[in-house]
């Protein structure tokens, strides 16, 4: 399977503690987006990287959040002091640029629950 | 600021007829226009896109309608199976592709 990995699949930590997730996009996207999900809601954008760079970031993430992209290949989140209200899905989805639009490609996601 | 929003949260249709989801978006600068399935425990899985110098796109049993005067976008599937069965999100975006908005969902369940 060549699609988007996101590891772990399932994270519970306790509030204050810092956690970090992984994803590997489709090898040959250059483009790799973290999204957040919580119950009820769509997807709603946090992080773009296109290679390594971080081009665009919501204002949804907060100093404690921040990503990394490092030779543009994988990506990590890291989300430090955890709080209760950062309990949610965390998606990443990559694509590609061969055409001037294609639409992202997403992984299975990391449920973080914060206790 | 919620610029793509999906009305209706649930729609139940039985097997064999059409399935009509429906989505309005604010932002006249989106440039691209998507539908997205997602079941249980998995991501969500690109459906169908359309761009915005159309108004319709068909792919199999599913067609995608937009009417930029409105500012409204619908997805048709026609026939309606079981496995169709899912929470089906819209989505926009711009030309660079860079931050795409999405609504907030509309679970459809078939009924066999």
């Known amino acids: 399977d060549t699609g988007v990995s996101q590891n772990p699949r399932h994270k519970i930590t306790k509030r204050g503690q810092n956690v970090t997730f992984r994803c590997d996009p489709i090898s040959e996207h250059n483009r790799l987006y973290w999204y957040r999900q919580t119950l009820g809601q769509g997807p709603e954008f946090l992080t773009y990287?296109?290679?390594?760079?971080?081009?665009?970031k919501s204002r949804l993430l907060s100093d404690r959040f921040s990503a990394e992209r490092p030779k543009g290949s994988f990506s990590t989140l890291e989300i430090q002091r955890t709080e209760q209200g950062d309990s949610a899905m965390y998606l990443c989805?990559?694509?590609?640029?061969?055409?001037?639009?294609?639409?992202?490609?997403f992984g299975n996601g990391t449920r973080l629950t914060v206790t | 600021d919620q610029q793509v929003k999906q009305n209706s949260p649930s729609l139940s249709v039985q097997e064999g007829r059409i399935s009509i989801l429906n989505c309005d978006y604010t932002?006249?600068?989106?440039?691209?226009f998507l539908w997205y399935k997602k079941y249980p425990a998995e991501g969500p899985t690109f459906l169908i896109s359309?761009?915005?110098?159309?108004d319709k796109n068909e792919d199999g049993r599913f067609t995608v309608f937009l009417n930029k005067s409105a500012k409204h976008l619908s997805l048709h599937i026609v026939p309606s199976q079981p496995g169709d069965s899912a929470v089906y999100f819209c989505a926009a975006s711009g030309v660079n592709n860079n931050d795409m908005r999405f609504g907030a969902g509309t679970r459809l369940t078939v009924k066999p």
């Open positions: 932002n006249s600068m989106f440039d691209y």
């Open positions: 359309i761009s915005s110098i159309k």
């Open positions: 989805a990559s694509s590609g640029t061969a055409r001037q639009f294609s639409p992202l490609h």
């Open positions: 990287f296109q290679n390594e760079a971080q081009l665009e």
